[in-house]
């Protein structure tokens, strides 16, 4: 297992699209493994591939108490969304800020998991939020996107400040 070092806002492979995920070996499950580590770690509750440089359509998240209920979604499709909900977001490539976003308060979706297997889940509050932002990730979108251009850049200035000072 290996702790991976995440990109950070405004690196611009955080802006690619991310490939579809067309072969399950054991090197995509180390991959799959090495994202969880480096999520539980960072602490986060989400993880998507294009976060650690990696253009896979391959996201992780857990977002329980126990830190015991790992998901993988790989090529993932939102198949129906509804409602809204309002709450303030985090991401681990855009370090110390934190949003208010809308997004839909339940969606379904259909995946694949680490074996290549398709599934189809429903999902509501923070697993609900969590799966459309690491979702984002994949279309290569951030939740700055969702502030205003004053906002973006207040935070993209901060940050490229902080990554200068700290050489
Ligand atoms: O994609 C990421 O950077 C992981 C995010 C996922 C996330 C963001 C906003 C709302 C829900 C999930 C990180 O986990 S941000 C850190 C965090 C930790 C605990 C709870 C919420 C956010
Ligand atoms: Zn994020």
Redesign the pocket.
């Known amino acids: 297992m290996a702790k991976l070092p ?1 990109l950070r806002y405004p690196d611009p492979r955080l802006r690619r699209r991310a490939e579809p995920v067309t072969v399950f070996d054991d090197r995509l499950r180390q991959l799959i493994d090495d994202m969880f580590q480096t ?1 539980y770690e ?7 591939a294009p ?1 650690v440089d990696v253009q896979l359509r391959l996201l992780v ?1 857990d ?1 329980s108490e126990q830190r015991d209920q790992p998901l993988v979604l790989i090529n993932p499709q939102l198949l129906e969304s509804s409602g809204q909900e309002l ?8 370090p110390g800020f934190y949003e208010p ?1 809308q997004r839909a308060a339940q969606i379904r979706f259909c995946a694949m998991d680490r074996n290549g297997e398709p599934f189809e889940q429903e999902a509501e509050g ?1 697993l609900a ?2 799966i459309q ?2 979702m984002d ?1 994949l279309e290569g979108k951030l ?1 700055v996107d969702y502030l205003s251009e004053m906002k973006r850049q207040r935070i993209r200035k901060k940050l490229e400040k902080l990554r200068r000072r700290a050489g």
Not at 89 to 94: D, F, H, I, T, Y
């Open positions: 995440i999520m960072a602490p986060g509750i989400g993880l998507a976060q998240v977002v709450n303030d977001e985090g991401c681990l490539s855009v976003v923070l939020v969590c932002h690491e990730h939740f």
